[in-house]
């Protein structure tokens, strides 16, 4: 006639032994205690039950099998009919998180954080929206008479305001099933019955309230009394009559729900947000030992950051002084391996060779010699340059006065020159040489340009003391050779440049009939710098590398003491319904904001370095991709490393956390 729903929690012959894992048959039973021997007992919603005992009798073990945060070694435990031995991991952290609410003697808050933000933690876990969560928080510890209490830390609060918070933080999400394991063992008397007449109330409201104490007096005050010693029920003064009870829990129904609350987890922006915050506290506290161990990162960052900046200026440095004459350059010199001879000779006829070579834009005779150049009564030595008319595209050097000689003047062995900046102002001083007559080695030449200072570059002592004459004119009217001191090759495509090198070589060798002459590349010697300098920055970059490395075993060393010192806040997660990807997720999170502060550290560092170092006069280029990359490999170094610690803290068992320490 009346259709009998399954009893919200039943136990089976509960058993839980420590020590060994499995129990011989024969004896040696002195290694395993069996601190549960054979409980069996069902409790139906809205009861008001208190288990009672003696201390050591079982009490917090059994309470800690029947919230789910243990599992019995044998027996069986039914929630609404269902076996929970078939439950995973997440559908245990959803009943702990949606059935039940914890409260412990002492009161296990987590003291970093306030008192809402204690009350909120099940409401993270299951999901609520911020609003939603500060909003329940609020109301219920306002109704618990902490109006003006909401933002104090734990340690801010009496024993009796604490136990209040906790039973708040229990009563979250619904707390159908409050579990309250001496909740007034750690109070005076006085606070002690304002607790439990709280208790009391809410039972009144239909939740399930099972409280766990030694006190019989305590326990006189609930509507159920079951008594407890050396792990085994002895007395039981059985469930009061099914009209009185109110049960706020439909528990059929909360269980019908599960697959769906399961599947349903915290959003990610609250959890990240919660995780940020509690992140960023643990670091505020522990700010020295926290920036002690971030050094590692801080310099890591920080010399990748400098070191790149200072190669790439130095690279840029090298690679203009070579753009003084351009890269794409190729010179034929004289000489060679001709074991018989001095060295052969190069004339104009291997400069129209080499200028039919592909790829070749122009070929031009260079002589070289010393003259003397008298202006008035001021004489000097001076290095000669006869060139051509293309001299201005070959070495890429343009009068800053005047003109340059014409195809003209070199056919015609014209008497023109142009001065180095040098000797204009040894021969004129500041005045306009174009037009002036001086005389080389004696012979007039007009002066009909000054050329642009070059500077000093590598290998040349200094470009800016010489003068230059046509080719023509040098050789015959000063030099007297037909000669070449070098031919001066300008190339079109630099890819090409060892191709290009290499065909000269085969042209000329088959007009001289041997190999008296050498080619010299200089695009190749510009790579070669180019790579000394890349082989120099990765170097550096390794180094960097290595110190991030070390920066990385900082972050795990804090995360390992973190995880260490906090066990206890995990325990009271992991009781409040975080899963364990919950956990994982929040040291993760604080690994990675711990090593986002040592990043960020690092670039300022860097920043500051290298504008020290500019400001020093030491070239240095700063790159984003540099900055960027070093602050990424700190944010993954921090992520590898934590995830280690992160996993240890998620992999915990609920019972050892809770009751570290
Ligand atoms: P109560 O809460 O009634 O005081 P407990 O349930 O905490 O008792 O403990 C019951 C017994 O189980 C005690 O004798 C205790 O020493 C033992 N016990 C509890 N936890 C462990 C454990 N992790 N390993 C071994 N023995 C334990
Ligand atoms: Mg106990």
Redesign the pocket.
Known sequence: MVSHAPPLIELRNIVKS??ANTASADGAQSAV?R?LDGVSLSIEAGEFVAIV??????????MHILGCLDRPSAGQYLFAGRDIAGFSADELAWLRREAFGFVFQDYHLIATESARENVEMPAIYSGASEAERRRRADDLLIRLGLDNRLDHRPNQLSGGQQQRVSICRALMNGGHIVLA?EPTGALDSKTGAEVMRLLEDLAGDGHTIIL?T?DRDVAARARRIIE?RD?QIIADSGAPARASRRASLDAGALVASMTAGVARSASFGADLRDALRAAWRVMWINSFRTLLTLLGIVIGVASVIVMMAIGAGTQKQVLEKMATFGSNRLYVIPGGDNPRGPGGTLSLDDVSIVRDVPNVTAAMPFLNSTVTVRYGNIDAQSPLWAVTEEAPRVLNWKPVRGVFFSADDERRLATVVLLGKRVREKLFGATDPVGHYILVNNVPFQVIGELEEKGATSGDADNDNMIMVPWSTGSYRLVGTTNLSWISVLIDRLDLADETAQKINQTLERAHRLHDFEVYNQAASVKAQTETQSTLTLMLGLIAAISLVVGGIGVMNIMLMTVRERTREIGIRIATGARQRDILRQFVTEATVVSCVGGTLGVAAGLIIGTGLIAAGIPAIFSIRAILGAFTCALLTGLVFGFMPARQAARLDP??AL?SE
Not at 53 to 62: N, P, V
């Open positions: 420590y020590g205690t601190v005992g003696a201390s050591g009798s079982g009490k917090s073990t059994l394991d766990i030694h407890i792990g019972v050892v009751t």
